[in-house]
């Protein structure tokens, strides 16, 4: 992998992430952009505890363009883009309409292909260790930022999820605190230390997983099931079969495994609903521990944490999507209406022959 990094326009931040060492990345971005100027603002609930990042700038973001303006594809002639080169493997730039900035945080965006068309399931394995590279180094940088305590890589795809731009492209949002869901992790995880004596619940929950009927896919390095409690019509969760807190700390053999088996789990999302049906929305979500202090969580330390990731999709059946209504909305408990593991079951079903 090589990285170069540059800046557009306007001073935001853009790194290629090139598959060819001898590749030469001297494109200079020719648009007329003044400074991106944001409004964003963390404010914390008082009653609930969590924060909610208020960004009234975002209101003016690009907008399901047509494909020949789209700002991820690169740029052609006179055609300028987000990315100044005429082609890519991955890149990485800040966002210009960043829900966090400053001292509230950060935004990044991820494009997998400069391919229009594609999503990341049509990624070669080659492309997606490529992105998966590119995620731990991303990771790694925005850790040493003083603003920041958690990094979150995710994709979201489909306009039912409310992606507003149709090339294939992830986020990374580098938090100035600890979520709520990742609190609610580190609680449960020091409950279960102390009633145990030590014991990891991520450990616990994993083998007790592989011990079942939820299994979707195994591999040597990685494993993914339908967790006991999902929340989503169909939910996978995929662990690294050895522990460790964060894309960082993934050995080789891992990071060689990873694009086989994801690849494959995305593939496999796509024939849920049987031919003939649109491309399965998703939301694909890497929860690494925070590199913030977890005094708060007794007895818990970074190395506890276990790195996972939750792919998921919000349609139930053809044509018909999971919303979330008053209880989900309203009190946070969710309703599912696909058993665990009759949804495991269809993944395993849809196998590539």
């Excluded at 008053?326 to 196998?351: T, Y």
Aim: hydrophobic letters at 35%; a negative charge.
């Amino acid at each position: 992998m090589k990285k170069t990094s540059t800046r557009l326009a306007d001073g935001r931040e853009l790194v290629y992430y090139d598959l060819r060492d001898d590749t030469v990345r001297d494109a200079v971005d020719r648009r007329p952009l003044e400074r991106t100027v944001t409004t964003s603002e963390v404010r914390r609930d008082p009653l609930l505890g969590d924060s909610v990042a208020v960004a009234s700038h975002r209101q003016g973001r690009t907008y399901h363009p047509p494909a020949d303006q789209c700002p991820l594809c690169p740029s052609d002639g006179e055609r300028l883009s987000e990315i100044p080169d005429s082609a890519y493997d991955v890149v990485v730039f800040e966002n210009r309409f960043p829900s966090l900035a400053g001292d509230s945080g950060r935004c990044e965006v991820v494009c997998f292909t400069s391919d229009h068309d594609a999503s990341f399931a049509d990624l070669s394995e080659e492309q997606a260790r490529l992105v998966l590279d590119a995620w731990t180094d991303r990771t790694s940088e925005l850790s040493h930022l003083p603003s920041v305590e958690q990094v979150f890589c995710f994709e979201n795809r489909g306009a039912e999820i409310g992606v507003t731009l149709g090339h294939p492209h992830g986020q990374i949002y580098a938090y100035p605190f600890t979520t709520p869901r990742t609190a609610l992790m580190l609680r449960s995880l020091a409950a279960h230390k102390d009633a145990t004596g030590g014991g990891n619940l991520f450990d616990s929950v994993l083998e007790e997983e592989l011990a079942g009927e939820r299994v979707v896919l195994e591999g040597e390095h990685w494993a993914a099931f339908v967790p006991y409690a999902a929340h989503w019509p169909y939910e996978v969760h995929l662990y690294p079969k050895r522990r460790v807190p964060d894309l960082l700390g993934l050995d080789e053999a891992a990071r060689t495994e990873f694009p086989k088996v994801y690849l494959e789990l995305l593939r496999r999302f796509d024939r849920i609903f049987g031919e003939g049906e649109p491309p399965t929305p998703y939301i694909a979500a890497w929860h690494q521990a925070p590199f913030g202090q977890l005094e708060e969580f007794e007895g818990v330390t970074r190395d506890d944490f276990a790195l996972h990731l939750e792919l998921f999709t919000i349609r139930r059946t053809s044509g018909k999507l999971k919303f979330l209504a008053g209880s989900e909305s309203g009190m946070n408990v969710f309703i599912n209406d696909v058993p665990p593991e009759r949804a495991a079951e269809r993944l395993r079903e849809v196998a590539s022959s």
